[in-house]
């Protein structure tokens, strides 16, 4: 039988909703931290709303109008700019785009992360002199640029320092007037739903080269790594599994060698395919054990396998017979060098403006009451476990925004206009306890 989807992925889904709760949790608590302070709430003026200053005096079409006027600007700056990369990316210029990624981390941890810490030192009274501040937050940002971007750096560090980030961003959106909050992240999810699954997207092109090319986007992007054994590669399932493809004949034969793992009475069978394994593909399992897992078809040897919880999907019942020929022509080993790359993917990755843009809306939440955080936050991470359940299954990119975003919005709207009024007025009137 089929692994179902949990199974597969589960790890890796709580691996992704367990930084985005922490990220969400942390800006709900600055903002309420920075808003019951005595100074006034203060708004920022940012490429987000650089065309209409909201104005508490302004009537309701005005707001409305401007903030869409804001949001339309606004998008259309990301799609140029988004455009740009493109084309920089395209054109090999990707050392450029490294040191321009490190250099905003360097900045939205020096200047603005700087600028919420002294805030905060404010707000606390901690007694801090100006020298020590500047060595804290010079070491702070020194090590969160080497953390992100230097590869000897542990897994864990480099994900505390990519919520830091997330949660920095978020809170500076926070100061945003809330009309243009509120038309932003629904025009940033429509512009994530097309750039991404859109022919000419500017994020799918993105995706679709980066996988041409078989690299890393230069950007900055939570990976959840699956947790693996020291000596464990994808054979930790209890599979060997050797391929061997014949680009003449145009036919591929897939070899299946249960391991020493598996029960007494398939060890000869074990003893034949791996016997067939060495032979075939010219590498046995005998010189590593248990934990040997070699993938091969055609001119395409991928050794991420051992980083992938899904290396194994491509067999999952036991009871088969330990050598399967598939026979095909040649889109048949496309096909298959497709299914290869797929179950050697390196996990889910999540890319750094959702946790920003998911903590924005409950950041806004927060500055009218809790009820209405917890309805938005049940939303998103509902919406946020849907957009990867049908990660799973369609296997390719997809938009993280438009579902939890369409979500978030509509249970803060449903739970500020219906919800809250009548939780009020029945406890008030002693109806609820």
Same mark, same amino acid.
């Given at each position: 039988?089929?692994?179902?989807?949990?199974?597969?992925?589960?790890?890796?889904?709580?691996?992704?909703?367990?930084?985005?709760?922490?990220?969400?949790?942390?800006?709900?608590?600055?903002?309420?931290?920075?808003?019951?302070? &005595?100074?006034?709430?203060?708004?920022?003026?940012?490429?987000? !709303? @650089?065309?209409?200053?909201?104005?508490?005096?302004?009537?309701?079409?005005?707001?409305?109008?401007?903030? @869409?006027?804001?949001?339309?600007?606004?998008?259309?700056?990301?799609?140029?700019?988004?455009?740009?990369?493109?084309?920089?990316?395209?054109?090999?210029?990707?050392?450029?785009?490294?040191?321009?990624?490190?250099?905003?981390?360097?900045?939205?941890?020096?200047?603005?992360?700087?600028?919420?810490?002294?805030?905060?030192?404010?707000?606390?009274?901690?007694?801090?002199?100006?020298?020590?501040?500047?060595?804290?937050?010079?070491?702070?940002?020194?090590?969160?640029?080497?953390?992100?971007?230097?590869?000897?750096?542990?897994?864990?560090?480099?994900?505390?320092?990519?919520?830091?980030?997330?949660?920095?961003?978020?809170?500076?959106?926070?100061?945003?007037?809330?009309?243009?909050?509120?038309?932003?992240?629904?025009?940033?999810?429509?512009?994530?739903?097309?750039?991404?699954?859109?022919?000419?997207?500017?994020?799918?092109?993105?995706?679709?080269?980066?996988?041409?090319?078989?690299?890393?986007?230069p950007a900055l992007i939570y990976e959840a790594r699956p947790t693996v054994a020291p000596t464990g590669r994808a054979?930790?399932?209890?599979? @060997?599994?050797?391929?061997?493809?014949?680009?003449?004949?145009?036919?591929?034969?897939?070899? /299946?060698?249960?391991?020493?793992?598996?029960?007494?009475?398939? &060890?000869?069978? !074990?003893? !034949?395919?791996?016997? !067939?394994?060495?032979?075939?593909?010219?590498?046995?399992?005998?010189?590593?054990?248990?934990?040997?897992?070699?993938?091969?078809v055609e001119d395409f040897v991928n050794d991420e396998g051992e980083r992938s919880p899904l290396v194994g999907n491509?067999?999952?019942?036991?009871?088969?017979?330990?050598?399967?020929?598939?026979?095909?022509?040649?889109?048949?080993?496309?096909?298959?060098?497709?299914? /290869?790359?797929?179950?050697?993917?390196?996990?889910?990755?999540?890319?750094?403006?959702?946790?920003?843009?998911?903590?924005?809306?409950?950041?806004?939440?927060?500055?009218?009451?809790?009820?209405?955080?917890?309805?938005?936050?049940?939303?998103?991470?509902?919406?946020?476990?849907?957009?990867?359940?049908?990660?799973?299954?369609?296997?390719?990119?997809?938009?993280?925004?438009?579902?939890?975003?369409?979500?978030?919005? @509509?249970?803060?709207?449903?739970?500020?206009?219906?919800?809250?009024?009548?939780?009020?007025?029945?406890?008030?009137?002693?109806?609820?306890?």
């Amino acid at each position: 039988m089929e692994s179902s989807v949990l199974e597969c992925i589960g790890v890796e889904i709580i691996g992704v909703m367990s930084p985005v709760s922490i990220c969400m949790f942390l800006v709900v608590l600055l903002v309420y931290s920075l808003s019951t302070s &005595s100074s006034p709430e203060t708004t920022i003026t940012t490429a987000a !709303n @650089l065309v209409y200053a909201e104005n508490p005096s302004d009537t309701t079409t005005q707001k409305l109008e401007g903030a @869409l006027l804001n949001a339309v600007v606004f998008v259309i700056l990301i799609a140029i700019v988004t455009f740009l990369l493109v084309l920089l990316y395209y054109y090999n210029c990707t050392s450029f785009l490294r040191n321009y990624v490190r250099f905003s981390a360097f900045f939205v941890l020096a200047s603005m992360g700087g600028s919420i810490f002294l805030s905060l030192i404010q707000r606390f009274s901690i007694p801090l002199d100006s020298i020590t501040c500047f060595i804290l937050l010079f070491n702070f940002t020194i090590i969160g640029v080497l953390s992100i971007f230097a590869s000897a750096i542990p897994i864990i560090l480099r994900q505390c320092y990519m919520v830091c980030l997330g949660i920095i961003v978020a809170a500076w959106f926070t100061k945003l007037p809330e009309w243009t909050t509120w038309t932003l992240l629904v025009a940033l999810a429509v512009y994530d739903l097309v750039a991404v699954l859109a022919p000419g997207g500017p994020l799918k092109l993105l995706v679709d080269l980066a996988s041409s090319r078989n690299e890393e986007l230069p950007a900055l992007i939570y990976e959840a790594r699956p947790t693996v054994a020291p000596t464990g590669r994808a054979a930790a399932l209890g599979f @060997l599994v050797a391929g061997v493809a014949d680009s003449e004949s145009s036919s591929i034969e897939l070899q /299946v060698v249960p391991t020493e793992n598996q029960s007494n009475s398939n &060890s000869n069978s !074990n003893s !034949n395919s791996n016997s !067939n394994a060495q032979g075939a593909g010219g590498s046995g399992g005998g010189s590593r054990g248990d934990s040997v897992a070699v993938v091969r078809v055609e001119d395409f040897v991928n050794d991420e396998g051992e980083r992938s919880p899904l290396v194994g999907n491509a067999i999952r019942d036991e009871e088969r017979s330990p050598l399967v020929e598939v026979m095909g022509n040649e889109r048949e080993i496309g096909t298959m060098r497709r299914e /290869v790359e797929e179950v050697t993917e390196r996990g889910i990755k999540l890319g750094l403006g959702d946790f920003v843009f998911y903590s924005v809306l409950v950041g806004r939440a927060a500055m009218y009451d809790l009820m209405t955080v917890y309805a938005c936050y049940l939303a998103i991470i509902s919406g946020l476990g849907c957009t990867l359940i049908l990660l799973s299954v369609c296997r390719h990119a997809l938009p993280a925004l438009p579902i939890s975003i369409a979500l978030g919005v @509509l249970f803060y709207f449903l739970t500020r206009l219906l919800m809250e009024p009548f939780i009020v007025g029945t406890a008030t009137n002693l109806m609820m306890f």
